[in-house]
T-cell receptor, first 115, second 109 residues
Framework: EAQVTQNPRYLITVTGKKLTVTCSQN?????MSWYRQDPGLGLRQIYY???????DKGDVPEGYKVSRKEKRNFPLILESPSPNQTSLYFC??????????????FGPGTRLTVL | TQLLEQSPQFLSIQEGENLTVYCNSS?????LQWYRQEPGEGPVLLVT?????EVKKLKRLTFQFGDARKDSSLHITAAQPGDTGLYLC?????????FGDGTTLTVKP
């Protein structure tokens, strides 16, 4: 089954404790992206990657890191999480980046709480 | 940063009623997409409109892209409880997607 998977689905942590949220897609998509979703603010892009070893900042990259060493994986790293990073995070991938179609397939989401 | 404003933010209607959701921007987009998100899941693409003035129909859903490619609307005819969810518009430009804040639709039986 073609899908985007994220782990963990739920995470409660404390300020300053490094964490990684994994994202994997099995559709051979070149484009992958991370979003955070907060009430009243919609989906905001954190980082995106057009291909292996190519990553770019989105609209809200502060406090986050990413890497794209393999085509299928795009982990999101929070080196020193803070309470304002409490949010619902989505990973997405796309087959045709750079085109008007750019249909994105989303993972199920990771709900992160930073105390 | 390109911004997309959706209205209304919340909409609660009875089954069988019609409704329209709007997505507006001051920026021009290459295309406009509509996604639907259910609780506990990620958004799922409903449609992509590309040409200014384009109208697409998906069963009871009608999507329109403004002539100037800055705005779009989603019209649902005879809404059903299964239409309940969060509707998100997304503008695509240079391969990058900018999402609106979303419209939460509740359709009561």
């Amino acid at each position: 089954e073609a899908q985007v998977t994220q782990n963990p689905r739920y995470l409660i942590t404390v300020t300053g404790k490094k964490l990684t949220v994994t994202c994997s897609q099995n559709m051979n998509h070149e484009y992958m992206s991370w979003y955070r979703q907060d009430p009243g603010l919609g989906l905001r892009q954190i980082y995106y990657s057009m291909n292996v070893e190519v990553t770019d900042k989105g609209d809200v990259p502060e406090g986050y890191k990413v890497s794209r060493k393999e085509k299928r994986n795009f982990p999101l790293i929070l080196e020193s999480p803070s309470p304002n990073q409490t949010s619902l995070y989505f990973c997405a991938s796309s087959l045709r980046p750079g085109t008007v179609y750019n249909e994105q397939f989303f993972g199920p989401g990771t709900r992160l709480t930073v105390l | 940063t390109q911004l997309l404003e959706q209205s209304p933010q919340f909409l609660s209607i009875q089954e069988g009623e019609n409704l329209t959701v709007y997505c507006n921007s001051s920026s021009v987009f290459s295309s406009l997409q509509w996604y639907r998100q259910e609780p506990g899941e990620g958004p799922v693409l409903l449609v992509t409109v590309v040409t200014g003035g384009e109208v697409k129909k998906l069963k009871r859903l009608t999507f329109q892209f403004g002539d100037a490619r800055k705005d779009s609307s989603l019209h649902i005819t005879a809404a059903q409880p299964g239409d309940t969810g969060l509707y998100l518009c997304a503008g695509v430009y240079a391969g990058k997607s900018t999402f609106g804040d979303g419209t939460t639709l509740t359709v009561k039986p």
